[in-house]
């Protein structure tokens, strides 16, 4: 295929901008899907996990075909933890398209992104989304990007953006804002064309010797490691011997087994690719993200894929705890370590290493608790059972002074709230560096705050915010290290012994502070069964029932109710625990408990 017939695009965006959503309608809009054809919405997030949280955390690629071009679309995470999958998808493709929410405006992952793929001289197609919502401010948002492209050392070449308005869910597209204003029906065709004119066909050489940049990393059950990415130059064979570069260095030597190429969400099996294509090849079991396939006759490397480096890590260990085994099926050290290892190389934002001085505990180190918790949920999933130890952030040596993580967090409040906000967050070091009111009865801060501050802080934004406050945030780099944060004030009520909670003891341990336990729940010695409403930690018998008398009172012995129990998440779980406290991780259950070694 000539490469002047195809282009290579990625959707970037916020979280929760709409990003799965457009590409569902461009896929639609495009014929892949028969009229009468059930297609599940978010047809592109297609792991359960992206299904039930509602967003994207592995980049996936399909293809539509418009008039005779074929155009490759990847879909990106918008969450700032899975930042490490947009960077790799930027080296696939030649262009980008922008989203930014009509009412919301550009937010953390917004400069992230842009920042990224101005960076790589990317051209941008700029898309103001969701003008059907009813507070919508289109004019406002698009000053926002402009001010944006501005604060980010744009090129001049680069701020003459197209600028489109969209109502994904619709399948509407238009390249005015009067237009969208008087239209009563339309099409994604303004979109279509935009990318046809604005973002340029591959600039690699068909006569070229072979260029093959590995981006992703996927497993086929009939042909094994999958290698994916874009054919940079030349072109490609199956049965063809090829060269694998590593770091710019000959590494070896191989055959391509199998050869795809994408078709709406389908990979297709084809006999030779071509410059300029995103392909998926089978054959090299040695290749890994960053690695170059190359003509064996004139090798040649190209630039790797970097990320940033993760500001968190976590010890995943074996489950120790006395019901350990119970649950799960995957129980052992090596079986940890050999999963964690596999997730280190299909994920190039994670980082696993042994911890020193333990035999079973290995520091997994990613860029965020979301980042870490998705992974903990899948490895539960898979029937792994776990020890899991607090978050840490990653402390650096700049110039001989310890410097820890800093983010921009970037609140959406109603204005009752921002008094509490700011104060708890100043609290955890934040510093306020911008404040503004839209008039519309909820007001927008940005904090400077370090990663340290914000541990165990998002459970505690939403009580304070009656649930009605958005908080978003984007590491920043970092800072000196900013001195002590007060942790978590209340102790814990902790298990002193081994059986089965009883109504009895759970209900008159309910006024020493929130019971996390329910009757007929195992315990054992060191369980934490509730938080205290003091500050240390009190050790309970969660077993104690009532002693039997031969004394008969009138209702002496009518039921008692108990609060329900506070459960948590497993997000939630991973911010609410101490230095001292460790998580019990098991495919049915999250118990928090003391760590084994912990002396009462």
């Given at each position: 295929m000539d490469p002047q017939h195809i282009r290579n695009v990625a959707i970037i965006a916020h979280v929760d901008h709409g990003k799965t959503t457009l590409v569902d309608a461009m896929l639609w809009q495009s014929g892949l899907f028969r009229d009468n054809q059930e297609v599940r919405e978010r047809v592109m997030d297609s792991l359960d996990l992206e299904r039930e949280k509602g967003i994207t955390i592995m980049a996936k690629n399909t293809t539509v075909t418009y008039r005779d071009l074929k155009i490759n679309i990847v879909d990106t995470p918008g969450h700032a933890d899975f930042g490490g999958e947009v960077e790799r998808t930027l080296t696939m493709v030649d262009g980008v398209i922008l989203l930014v929410d009509s009412s919301e405006g550009p937010l953390p992952q917004t400069r992230f992104v842009l920042q990224k793929a101005l960076g790589r001289g990317l051209p941008i197609i700029a898309v103001i989304n969701k003008i059907?919502?009813?507070?919508?401010?289109?004019?406002?948002?698009?000053?926002?990007?402009?001010?944006?492209?501005?604060?980010?050392?744009?090129?001049?070449?680069?701020?003459?953006?197209?600028?489109?308005?969209?109502?994904?869910?619709?399948?509407?597209?238009?390249?005015?804002?009067?237009?969208?204003?008087?239209?009563?029906?339309?099409?994604?065709?303004?979109?279509?064309?935009?990318?046809?004119?604005?973002?340029?066909?591959?600039?690699?050489?068909?006569?070229?010797?072979?260029?093959f940049l590995v981006t992703t990393l996927d497993w086929s059950d009939y042909v094994g490691r999958l290698l994916i990415g874009p054919l940079r130059q030349g072109?490609?064979?199956?049965?063809?011997?090829?060269?694998?570069?590593?770091?710019?260095?000959?590494?070896?030597?191989?055959s391509i087994k199998v050869l795809y190429t994408y078709e709406g969400l389908s990979r297709v099996e084809v006999p030779q690719v071509f410059t300029g294509d995103i392909v998926a090849m089978a054959g090299l079991a040695e290749a890994?993200?960053?690695?170059?396939?190359?003509?064996?006759e004139n090798p040649g490397a190209l630039p790797t894929v970097t990320v940033d480096e993760p500001t968190l890590s976590m010890e995943f260990s074996v489950n120790t705890s006395p019901l350990a085994g119970k649950e799960g099926r995957l129980l052992t050290s090596r079986?940890?370590?050999?999963?964690?290892?596999?997730?280190?190389?299909?994920?190039?934002?994670?980082?696993v290493a042994p911890v020193p001085g333990q035999a079973d505990s290995y520091q997994v180190s990613a860029r965020g608790e979301l980042q870490l918790a998705v992974l903990v949920e899948t490895m539960r999933r898979e029937g792994f059972e776990l020890t899991l130890g607090p978050p840490r952030i990653i402390v650096t040596e700049v110039d001989g002074k310890k410097h820890e993580p800093q983010e921009l967090a970037v609140i959406d409040v109603p204005e009752e709230f921002v008094g509490v906000v700011t104060e708890k967050l100043s609290a955890r070091r934040g510093q306020v560096v911008k404040l503004a009111n839209h008039g519309s009865g909820r007001v927008r801060l940005e904090v400077k705050v370090p990663t340290r501050g914000l541990i165990g802080y998002r459970s505690q934004f939403l009580t304070d915010t009656r649930g009605a406050g958005l908080l978003n945030t984007l590491v920043i780099g970092v800072t000196p290290f900013l001195g002590p944060i007060k942790g978590r004030p209340n102790g814990?009520?902790?298990?002193?012994?081994?059986?089965?909670?009883?109504?009895?003891?759970?209900?008159?341990?309910?006024?020493?502070?929130?019971?996390?336990?329910?009757?007929?729940?195992?315990?054992?010695?060191?369980?934490?069964?509730?938080?205290?409403?003091?500050?240390?930690?009190?050790?309970?018998?969660?077993?104690?029932?009532?002693?039997?008398?031969?004394i008969r009172a009138s209702g002496s012995d009518e039921a008692l109710r108990l609060t329900p129990p506070r459960r948590f998440s497993l997000e939630e779980a991973i911010e609410y625990i101490r230095e001292d406290e460790v998580l019990e991780v098991t495919p049915q259950s999250i118990r928090l408990r003391k760590r084994p070694d912990d002396k009462r």
């Open positions: 059907d919502r009813p507070d919508r401010r289109p004019a406002e948002v698009l000053d926002e990007l402009y001010s944006l492209f501005i604060d980010l050392d744009a090129e001049e070449d680069q701020l003459d953006f197209p600028v489109l308005y969209t109502n994904a869910k619709a399948g509407l597209a238009f390249t005015s804002l009067e237009e969208a204003n008087q239209a009563e029906s339309g099409s994604l065709e303004p979109l279509f064309e935009a990318i046809v004119s604005r973002i340029p066909a591959p600039a690699g050489s068909p006569e070229s010797p072979a260029r072109s490609l064979k199956a049965g063809q011997e090829v060269a694998l570069m590593k770091d710019g260095r000959l590494a070896g030597r191989g890994f993200i960053g690695d170059t396939i190359a003509d064996p079986q940890i370590k050999d999963r964690l290892d596999k997730e280190a190389l299909y994920n190039v934002s994670i980082r814990s009520l902790v298990s002193d012994r081994s059986g089965s909670a009883i109504t009895y003891a759970l209900y008159h341990l309910e006024p020493r502070g929130t019971i996390f336990a329910s009757p007929g729940d195992p315990v054992y010695a060191g369980l934490i069964i509730g938080e205290n409403s003091r500050g240390e930690d009190l050790y309970v018998n969660p077993c104690k029932e009532k002693k039997l008398t031969n």
